[in-house]
Structure formats: structure tokens, C-alpha cells
């Protein structure tokens, strides 16, 4: 089954401990992104990748990193979280231009 | 730059209720447009998509027409059901692989 997997979907930490969200596809898909959602500002590119070592800033990128050492992995990074990034966080692959995204189910993440 | 907007919700119907979800776009070129619905809890999922103009998208009962004379792809339903409840995303992609997303609109149907 084609899926993208996110992980953990809950997680609450406090300010400054690094983290990481965990996205993995199964579908061979070279661009990969991340995005944040937010109540009355719909979804936010954050990062995303063309291919593997290949990773550009979206909208909103202060205060995040990404690699890309694989193809199917997409890892968001928090170095040092702020109560400010606290969201509902969204990765997603899309197989070719002009098609679709494949989403994960999400992690909301609480920073204390 | 590209741009998409829809209507602000919420949206509140009655079961078996007519549905209309607008949504606008400003765009360079021939882009592509989709609809994708976002269940509680759930990820986003593409509900339907039209790649050029005039083609109609369906899928759920569900139908947007690509309008390129009035640049918009509004999403229909003839009669929604509580299931229907969710969150309703328009969105373009441009030809390149940064898709650009609507705000969001959030259906409530009562039963």
C-alpha cells in the first residue's frame, strides 16, 4: 500500500530540547516536503526536496533543518524548539509534477 | 506568484443540504487544480483534480469544474451527508513541484 508514515503523531517536549519527526514514503517519489497547519492560516510549506541532498526553504523555515540522505526518508528537525512551533505537522510526496500529494497523518507536537 | 483562495468558513448545513465550496487562483500558465479533503484526525487526501480547462473533477459525489474564463474550481456536492464533515482544502500546482494551498474550509453537517 502506498503510504507515507509519520511518527511519533503526539509528542509534547519543552523549550530547547532538539527533536525530530520521522517521514518515510514507500513510493519511490523523488520530492518530498514538510508543512505546518495552523488554525485560520491553513497550510505552510516549511522545507522541501527535489531529490536526495537536494533540500530548498519553503515559506516558513526559521527555526527548522532537514536532510535528505535517502530517498524515502525526510526527517524534520527541531534544534532547539520554542513554544512558537507548536503545530500540526504534515509530511507529504508527490511522484512528478502536477500530481498529487500523498500526506501523512500528521504529529502535533506541544512545545512546553 | 501563484495564489489560491476559498471561502472562509465554517460552512454549517442540514443533511441532504446543496453544497458550494468557492475557490479563486491566480496563476501564470495552465496550471493544474485539486481539491483535497482533510477528515479529523486525519492527513490530507486528494478528493478530486482537473488538469486542464473546462475538464470536470469527481469523485465522492463530489464535482469542480477547471473554469479558466473566471479562474476559479469551485467544489459541489448535491447532497452532503454527516460523513462529509471535514475540512476542504483548493489547491494549484503550477508546473513545478511547490504546490500552492488554499486556507482551508471546514464543512459541519448536521444530521
Known amino acids: 500500500e502506498a503510504q507515507v508514515t509519520q511518527n511519533p503523531r503526539y509528542l509534547i517536549t519543552v523549550t530547547g530540547k532538539k527533536l525530530t519527526v520521522t517521514c518515510s514514503q514507500n513510493m519511490n517519489h523523488e520530492y518530498m516536503s514538510w508543512y505546518r497547519q495552523d488554525p485560520g492560516l491553513g497550510l505552510r510549506q516549511i522545507y522541501y526536496s527535489m531529490n536526495v541532498e537536494v533540500t530548498d526553504k519553503g515559506d516558513v523555515p526559521e527555526g527548522y533543518k532537514v536532510s535528505r540522505k535517502e530517498k524515502r526518508n525526510f526527517p524534520l528537525i527541531l534544534e532547539s524548539p520554542s513554544p512558537n512551533q507548536t503545530s500540526l505537522y504534515f509530511c507529504?510526496?508527490?511522484?512528478?509534477?502536477?500530481?498529487?500529494?500523498?500526506f501523512g497523518s500528521g504529529t502535533q507536537l506541544s512545545v512546553l | 506568484g501563484n495564489s489560491v483562495t476559498q471561502m472562509e468558513g465554517p460552512v454549517t448545513l442540514s443533511e441532504e443540504a446543496f453544497l458550494t465550496i468557492n475557490c479563486t487562483y491566480t496563476?501564470?500558465?495552465?496550471?493544474?487544480l485539486f481539491w483535497y479533503v482533510q477528515y479529523p484526525g486525519e492527513g490530507l487526501q486528494l478528493l478530486l483534480k482537473a488538469t486542464k480547462a473546462d475538464d470536470k473533477g469527481s469523485n465522492k459525489g463530489f464535482e469542480a469544474t477547471y473554469r479558466k474564463e473566471t479562474t476559479s474550481f469551485h467544489l459541489e456536492k448535491g447532497s452532503v451527508q454527516v460523513s462529509d464533515s471535514a475540512v476542504y482544502f483548493c489547491?494549484?500546482?503550477?508546473?513545478?513541484?511547490?504546490?500552492?494551498f488554499g486556507r482551508g474550509t471546514s464543512l459541519i453537517v448536521h444530521p
Open positions: 489547491a494549484l500546482s503550477g508546473g513545478s513541484y511547490i504546490p500552492t
Open positions: 507529504a510526496s508527490q511522484g512528478g509534477v502536477n500530481e498529487k500529494l500523498f
Open positions: 496563476a501564470t500558465g495552465y496550471p493544474s
